[in-house]
Nanobody, 118 residues
Framework: QVQLVESGGGLVQPGGSLRLSCVASGNILSIYAMGWYRQAPGKQRELVADITSGGSTNYADFVKGRFTISRDNAKNTVYLQMNSLKPEDTAVYYC????????????WGQGTQVTVSS
């Protein structure tokens, strides 16, 4: 089991910035990658970005150049720096860890609301 606690969401004006944090605890040695998904009202959950233990990153096209994912393995923490935020970035953001044992499986945080509005 892995427990995830997110923080850093909130209300920001268009063009502003926020940084999300997620701390993992529990069976952290089994983590292959950590990442962020988001879900807007009426839409499916979608990948925002993820990062492996080795530091390889993967970004959704809609955040490339605006968001940066990073990871502090010593603190078991993943960050998502979000710059140049747009109203369409409004969503609940979920931290996730990715694991492999015969097949891929995930753990999820409780989610943190990000609202981009003037």
């Amino acid at each position: 089991q892995v427990q995830l606690v997110e923080s850093g969401g909130g209300l920001v004006q268009p063009g502003g910035s926020l940084r999300l944090s997620c701390v993992a605890s529990g069976n952290i040695l089994s983590i292959y990658a950590m990442g962020w998904y988001r879900q807007a009202p009426g839409k499916q959950r979608e990948l925002v970005a993820d990062i492996t233990s080795g530091g390889s990153t993967n970004y959704a096209d809609f955040v490339k150049g605006r968001f940066t994912i990073s990871r502090d393995n010593a603190k078991n923490t993943v960050y998502l720096q979000m710059n140049s935020l747009k109203p369409e970035d409004t969503a609940v953001y979920y931290c996730t860890t990715k694991h492999f044992a015969k097949s891929w499986y995930y753990y999820w945080g409780q989610g943190t609301q990000v609202t981009v509005s003037s």
